[in-house]
């Protein structure tokens, strides 16, 4: 298991935020990134809302010599993955990156902003690594840590990225991309989750167990044409 050395074509990289909804369920991840299914819930709202006002800011400033970039487009070749970051901070740093237009090397960090408070699962975490190692491709030098900053605590946690992190991420990365390749929406046990999740009404898990072959759009497209419309 490791890095894909021959890296990934442009058409093929997934979203970096699609990482949250892979580890909080495989068959979310598939409704809304393979079969195209979003509905909003307060929960998902109120991240939207957030993550557009971050973006909105200023897409740069300096502060106490630390150099502050949002909506950051960024990639990473070799495991096929691109987003945006909220922000990405440049601090000074003998070992970082050369910056056009600037003097001296400067080490880039992601901060990614979120709403709530901070979860038991890894899946924040992951996404903040994720940013790093694209940064890491993107400006040649190591990025060993990132931040989530919370709302719901108004806190800002540090993350190591830890090669236990990355080694997750490696294979958080290739079952996505095995899956997107099949193109095919798994079916997954209902759990607790399911009361919270933005896709419960468009899910139908009820019917899992029935139609466990047919994707959502299939079973819509086939009680379509059963009904004779
Ligand atoms: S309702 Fe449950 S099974 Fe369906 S996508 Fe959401 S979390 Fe997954």
């Known amino acids: 298991m490791g890095y894909n050395q021959m890296g990934y074509n442009e058409e093929d990289y997934l979203m970096i935020s699609g990482i949250q909804h892979f580890v909080f369920c495989r068959r979310q991840w598939a409704l809304i990134h393979l079969e195209g299914h979003w509905t909003e819930n307060v929960?998902?709202?109120?991240?939207?809302?957030l993550h557009d006002r971050v973006h909105d800011a200023d897409v740069?400033?300096?502060r106490g010599g630390i150099l502050t970039?949002?909506?950051?487009?960024?990639?990473?070749?070799?495991?096929?993955i691109t987003g945006t970051c909220d922000a990405v901070?440049?601090?000074?740093d003998e070992g970082g990156a050369v910056l056009f237009g600037r003097k001296g090397n400067w080490r880039p960090r992601p901060v990614?902003?979120?709403?709530?408070?901070?979860?038991?699962?890894?899946?924040?975490?992951?996404?903040?690594?994720?940013?790093?190692?694209?940064?890491e491709e993107m400006f040649c030098c190591d990025v060993p840590e990132a931040f989530l900053y919370y709302y719901g605590t108004?806190?800002?946690?540090?993350?190591?990225?830890?090669?236990e992190?990355?080694?997750?991420?490696?294979?958080?990365?290739e079952e996505m991309h095995q899956l997107y390749r099949s193109g095919h929406t798994p079916s997954v046990?209902?759990?607790?989750?399911?009361?919270n999740c933005s896709l419960k009404d468009s899910c139908l898990p009820k019917m899992l167990k029935k139609y466990r072959q047919q994707t959502v759009s299939e079973y819509i497209a086939s009680h379509i044409n059963d009904s004779g419309e």
């Open 112 to 135: 990614e902003y979120k709403h709530g408070e901070p979860k038991i699962s890894d899946c924040d975490r992951l996404q903040a690594a994720a940013q790093a190692v694209c940064l």
């Open 43 to 49: 929960l998902t709202a109120e991240g939207r809302l």
């Open 60 to 62: 740069r400033d300096m």
């Open 189 to 195: 046990k209902p759990s607790a989750s399911c009361k």
């Open 165 to 173: 992190l990355r080694n997750r991420l490696v294979e958080i990365t």
């Open 89 to 92: 901070e440049f601090v000074p």
């Open 69 to 80: 970039v949002r909506g950051l487009q960024v990639k990473n070749v070799a495991l096929g």
């Open 154 to 163: 108004r806190h800002r946690e540090k993350i190591s990225v830890t090669d």
